[in-house]
């Protein structure tokens, strides 16, 4: 560091850091925060810079990744008008893991049944209207389960009230990274349970593969979640009838030639694309071998997108904003609601 900075005031960026953190810089301490996503800009006293520093943290991960994920454009030090980027690697040692003392978190609303027992159970028996359902981030580990265990759910609840009740839910958003190349996604199977559960009688789901946060499981826009879930109760419950509330999804999917034809159900006036150059983004096509590869797409017609696979030999399989964060799916009907993501074989 440049003489004029040594002992100047300065702060330290270091953006969102997954648990919590302490941090020292040349062994004096300049702040402390609780929390994944909180922001930290630290402000480092005159006296501490030296020309030659060493920045320390120490970082306590609970559960799911740790460390320093913010962009690497906010991990940095700002002295007087200058930035210094501190992105890239850094050393860094575990001191204690929990698989060491085979310490397993297990907190009191992981206990099996405390939740329905302490929380629905009590309410049997009152009337029940119906219910919207938020849930299955915890079960991504496990996503095969989720296609049994909601469908399952469902049921168990209905037979304890005596009543076929109306249940939507929220299929999960998007999260986490994006990827450059088509890959498998176990939140994208527990989409797909989601959607197979469609097959009950009196279920719907609010869509919201397109207002996730990379960053942020639990996404900000609650308001347009609800919107999206009052659209079901208000078409099937409350005789708003001309209310649209079902979004987009494969009725059939075939060959035309040298192009793959998908055929939409619940396309309202028709389909749209969202993006000023008119692309259509986010489908992949499989031949035999199993290796998706991105596709061209385009709408044709009300009800129609077109795929042109060149590259794949014999596609048997198509899929749609297939993957944790699949940030460019951009296919809608005409009343705004996104496309259902999918997995689907050519017929």
Partial sequence: MSENYVGKEAVLSLHVIDDDDITWINGQKIGETVGYDVRRLYSVPAGVLKESNEITLKISDYRGGGGLYGPANEIYLKVGDKTIPLSGKWKYKVSASNSDFDFVEYGPNAYPSLLYNAMVNPLVGLSMQGVIWYQGENNTNRAKE????????????????????????????????????????????VREAQTQTL???HTGQAVIIDIGEAK????????????????????NDYGFSDVVCESPMPKTVRRVQDKIVVQFDNVA?????????????????????????WVQAKVAGKDRVVLSCPDVIDPVSVRYAWGDNPDDANLYNSVGLPATPFEIRIE
């Fill in 216 to 235: 942020d499981i639990h996404p900000k826009n609650k308001q347009e979640v609800g919107r999206r879930l009052a659209l079901h109760a208000l078409h």
């Fill in 269 to 293: 006036d028709g389909l749209i694309v969202k993006n000023k150059y008119g692309y259509l983004m986010s489908f992949a096509v499989a031949g035999n071998d199993g290796v998706y590869k």
């Fill in 199 to 201: 097959s009950l009688s």
């Fill in 146 to 189: 989720y296609y049994d265990l909601f469908p399952a759910m469902i049921n168990d609840w209905r037979k304890k009230w005596g009543k076929d009740f109306p249940f939507y839910w929220v299929q999960l958003a998007n999260y986490m990274d994006a990827v450059e190349v088509p890959s498998e996604s176990l939140w994208a199977q």
